[in-house]
């Protein structure tokens, strides 16, 4: 595996432990503009904690725009693909804040999320985009990336996700 320094572009850079309430808030507004706020339960508390914890559960890469103010975010988590071997990087969120989209901050935060995973030896950089969000499809295709047509993503959350476990006991 590589083991060179990734290149990150130079508005962006890895988020510290004080972006954490900034980042939050960006959390609160990418859910209003999925049409989902009433579903976000994350606090600044949590978001320290899996960030910046002893052992942290994602990581994060925040871009700032031509004041230094933090104006989009990436966070991300290591995954395995097993037919390859190596790691691959799973995004779980990106968003920039809709007065500086168009700015290129976007495009940044994942030119940055690849140069990540190419500089580690990664085999993958995926992520979801929800199908009625056009202007990211469209955003995401125009740098090259392709749908996994043929995949349906799965999820098991609160009762369902009980009950599973519970078959166990």
Known sequence: MSSSTPLLHP???PAAVTDCERIHQLIV???EYERSAHEVKVTPEQLRAALFGPQPAAFALVA???VGAVAGFALYFVNFS???????IYLEDLYVAPEQR?????????QSLASIAVSRGYARFEWSVLDWNQPSIDFYTA???????GW???RLT???LRRTAAALG
């Open 152 to 154: 349906t993503v799965y």
């Open 82 to 88: 097993t037919w390859e071997g190596v790691h691959g």
């Open 158 to 160: 609160g009762d369902a």
């Open 102 to 110: 168009g700015s290129g901050l976007g495009k940044a935060l994942l």
């Open 11 to 13: 508005a962006v850079r």
């Open 143 to 149: 740098i090259g990336a392709v749908p996994m047509d």
């Open 64 to 66: 700032e725009d031509a």
């Open 29 to 31: 507004d990418l859910a």
